[in-house]
């Protein structure tokens, strides 16, 4: 295992490599963009960060420059509202860019994953004074990450605790998993107080006290940062923190897996488009083929097809859902729980098919080449072992005996990030 680096290490990058082209995508932010403009700043941003990341994976170079990019560029900042000075992204609009940044690369946007539920939790804030402090920050380019999970205990146990101190509380705890929180500025935890209440606490991560640990091992998805953050007496203010109402009505269906699904997406269509790239420029037929080249091979063209397909559906599947998320959030009647609940099966009917979908095309786009493409070089592995990491964070099983639960019994999805 690799062995373990604060953030420390690298964190001047946030300022280098942003050169030109981020001038440019500044200057043309200070005008009201549409949001077709946005989307073509953002596929030249993206064709950059994509040029890159196999390499970057390969070698494991974290992506502190391109996501510190993609901040300064605002596109981090889509989903607020045009009041406080955003774009105001619709939810489909949303998850269109998270496909778009994870076929570029599927680490940074599993790294942005956090920021992203961040971002959503302020818009449900009531509190417009939060609202517009919050949203300035997200403006500014600032990132939030989260630290929810914790090892050595059953999953959604939480030990880490604060205490008062005088008018002020002092934190302590390890987190695991907390995914993207190296390369942001804040970090959102869940933690308990001596009586066992639940709250979320939410501070800088230059705070003293709070080390973020370059530790994530694992064999995808290896540059999100998903590692430890640790928190030892960290000086937490009052309004740094918020009281959660674990008995609450649901207030939205989980968008943090909606991500997921929208991130396994991308892999699909990165893979589809190195499959095409190599059959095109070094792929030949095997000895007893039928044609003389790959192009014109009809099962290489077949699997291109069937790559092809799966990219179309996925995508599509993604956005209709963010549309039925969307409009659940919309009402305000009576049936707003009913629509949610219906939101969140859409969403796990979607994530049993994303998961699949994306190892399927992990192991078929080798097919395209033969045994050249399993050459270190390419690093082709990464759209199986990328796809495979996503669809353990929760195992398919339990979405589809959720979905089947609710049509068979009614029974209620969990109310859980998960």
């Known amino acids: 295992m690799r062995a373990k680096r604060s953030r420390r290490v690298g964190f001047s990058l946030l300022v280098q490599s942003i050169g030109h082209s981020v001038q440019q995508i500044l200057a043309s932010r200070e005008r009201d963009e549409t949001s077709a403009e946005i989307f073509e700043r953002a596929s030249i941003l993206l064709q950059e960060i994509g040029r890159g990341a196999a390499r970057r994976e390969y070698d494991r170079i974290m992506p502190f420059g391109e996501i510190r990019q993609l901040a300064e560029s605002g596109l981090t900042a889509v989903r607020v509202p045009r009041r406080y000075g955003g774009p105001g992204f619709t939810l489909r609009q949303a998850f269109q860019l998270v ?4 076929t570029a690369d599927s680490n940074i946007a599993q790294a942005l994953r956090s920021h992203f539920g961040f971002v959503e939790a302020i818009l449900d804030k009531p509190d417009e004074n939060e609202r517009r402090k919050w949203f300035a920050r997200v403006l500014a380019g600032e990132l939030a990450g989260l630290a929810l999970g914790e090892l050595g ?3 959604g146990t ?11 509380f002092r934190l302590n705890g390890r987190k695991f998993y907390t995914t993207g929180t190296l390369f942001a500025q804040w970090v959102r935890a869940t933690v308990h107080d001596e009586q066992d209440e639940e709250y979320l606490v939410t501070v800088p991560t230059d705070r003293e006290g709070v080390t973020l ?10 540059l999100t940062a998903s590692g430890t953050t640790i928190f030892d007496n960290v000086l937490v203010y009052p309004n740094e923190v918020t009281w959660v109402d674990v008995k609450a009505p649901r207030k939205t269906p989980s968008l943090l897996q909606l991500y997921l699904a929208a991130t396994q997406t991308g892999i699909v269509k990165n893979a589809l488009a190195d ?6 420029t070094k792929s030949r037929p095997i000895k007893h083929a039928v044609a003389a080249k790959s192009v014109d091979d009809p ?3 077949r699997t291109v097809g069937e790559l092809s397909s799966r990219a179309y559906c996925a995508e599509q599947l993604v956005l209709a859902t963010a549309d039925v998320v969307e409009n659940a959030l919309l009402v305000s009647d009576e049936t707003r729980q009913e629509r949610i609940i219906d939101a969140t099966l859409a969403i796990a009917k979607l994530q049993f098919y994303t998961a699949e979908n994306a190892m399927r095309a992990g192991q078929i786009m080798l097919d395209v080449a033969g045994a050249s493409a399993t050459d270190r070089k390419y690093n082709f592995d990464r759209h199986w072992r990328n796809a495979r990491t996503l669809a353990s964070h929760n195992p398919s099983d339990y979405k589809a005996q959720v ?10 999805p969990p109310r859980n990030f998960f």
């Open 99 to 102: 496909v778009d940044i994870a």
């Open 153 to 155: 205990a059953p999953n």
């Open 158 to 168: 939480i030990r880490t605790r604060i205490v008062p101190e005088g008018a002020n």
């Open 213 to 222: 640990l370059d530790d994530w091992d694992g064999f995808g998805q290896r």
């Open 275 to 280: 499959a095409v790239e190599y059959a095109k």
């Open 299 to 301: 099962f290489i063209q």
């Open 403 to 412: 979905v089947g639960a609710n049509l068979l019994t009614g029974k209620e």
